[in-house]
């Protein structure tokens, strides 16, 4: 692939990502219900680890630090990490990062979907 098409691409994908939070901005998910539902919990009705992923980069967006914490913990955190991953490639190739990804994700997918407290407060609310 070549410079110029790598440099549009990511022009292209910086644009609409811009253009979706401006969107997001401006009609949250908690009051505007066009946006798209979780497959995973609407068929299984379990939450996954990125339930409430929508709703805490709104409030996110919106300077609600709380708000986006008790939708989703895991997701600034998760932010982090992919800009870390971006910023330095080498890590993407050692495999305890991948595991380490892995067992964090299906041990927080596991605990926020039980129905006991404190486990309760990892669901998106």
Sequence with gaps: M???LKIALCGAGGAAAAG????????PPTQYRFWPPCIFHEVTGLYCPGCGNT????AL????FAESF???ILFIP??????????WHRLTLKPVVAYTILFV???FMFL???PWYPFTLLAPH
């Design 2 to 4: 070549s410079k110029k």
């Design 61 to 64: 967006l919106h300077g609600d």
């Design 105 to 107: 994700l299906l041990g």
């Design 112 to 114: 926020r979907n039980l």
């Design 20 to 27: 979706l939070a401006v969107l997001l901005y401006c009609f």
């Design 78 to 87: 998760a932010v982090l990490t992919i800009v870390c991953l971006l910023i």
């Design 55 to 58: 709703r805490a980069l709104a």
């Design 70 to 72: 008790s939708q989703n």
